[in-house]
């Protein structure tokens, strides 16, 4: 029998995947309690159906993709449904949120006796037609998450416990997205010195590929950077005990918060770092 899956909340990546489940074949519920005129649009482009809050935990699989800060809070949210659901979803925390988060949360959701799965969703929010992301999950319940595979989703089950799904998620952002936060504060240091144009060629000579991807990868950063400031702060927290990479990581946390701030308001360092991409022969200033 094909499942039921819910799923809050209704961002790029969350609609993405129901996009994906909804062409399979799946029935996919949300909430549109609290969520902006945006959000619900991306919804229902998606084809998710809109339920009272309470009823999501009615759905054989309930995935919770939203922003790392608010991971327990949505757990919290659904305390009370979960306890009252019988029989119970299998909830889902596919956030980018550290072991020692994903713990607690677990926490909150096995105390009302819901099996949980630690899930991390690696590749970017597929567009119509492209293949779903690489989404590994860990626990003991991380098999029940097959069931999707049948359905569109790229399931890949860890032997680790709780905790192993989101330590792989962690360190792969944190290549990823610390990359992205080098290249970003670099770009902008040598547009501040006058040396961006000389530094684009460089890079144009010695790291082409790099250059390329960087292009692409950082206008496309401009508009979740607002999410990244926690990301970053979960990555420090999952570097543990090596204080050098948590102060690095808390860095770029200011670093992705100092950019979202330019994007909500006067576009000075987002203008100097689209130029360099765009114009790089003329002279860019931040």
Not at 256 to 266: F, H, K, L, P, W
């Amino acid at each position: 029998m094909t499942p039921s899956v819910a799923i809050l909340a209704s961002g790029a990546m969350g609609t993405a995947i129901a996009r994906l489940l909804v062409a399979n074949g799946v029935q996919v519920t949300t909430s549109f309690e609290g969520r902006s005129a945006e959000s619900i649009a991306r919804a229902q482009s998606a084809g998710m159906t809109d339920v009272p809050f309470a009823r999501l935990a009615e759905a054989d699989f309930l995935l919770s993709i939203v922003p790392p800060i608010a991971a327990l809070r949505f757990a919290e949210s659904m305390r009370e449904p979960l306890s009252q659901a019988d029989p119970k979803p299998v909830f889902v925390d596919c956030n980018a949120v550290s072991p020692v988060t994903v713990q607690e949360v677990a926490g909150i959701v096995a105390a009302t006796g819901t099996p949980f799965v630690d899930a991390s969703i690696i590749g970017i929010a597929p567009r119509p037609g492209e293949p779903s992301p690489h989404i590994y999950a860990s626990g003991e319940h991380a098999a029940k998450l097959h069931r999707l595979a049948d359905h569109g989703l790229d399931i890949r089950v860890l032997e680790g416990a709780i905790g192993a799904a989101s330590a792989l998620k962690m360190a792969f952002a944190g290549i990823s997205k610390g990359t992205l936060a080098v290249a970003t504060a670099m770009i902008l240091a040598a547009t501040r010195a006058g040396a961006a144009v000389a530094l684009h060629r460089e890079l144009a000579e010695s790291e082409s590929v790099l250059l390329q991807t960087l292009a692409r990868r950082i206008p496309g950063m401009f508009p979740k950077a607002y999410r990244w400031v926690a990301e970053m702060q979960e990555i420090a927290e999952f570097a543990g005990d090596d204080r050098s990479a948590a102060d690095i990581f808390d860095s770029f946390s200011s670093l992705y918060e100092r950019i979202a701030s330019d994007v909500a308001g006067e576009n000075r360092e987002t203008a100097a770092l689209l130029q360099f991409f765009t114009k790089p022969e003329r002279p860019a200033s931040s």
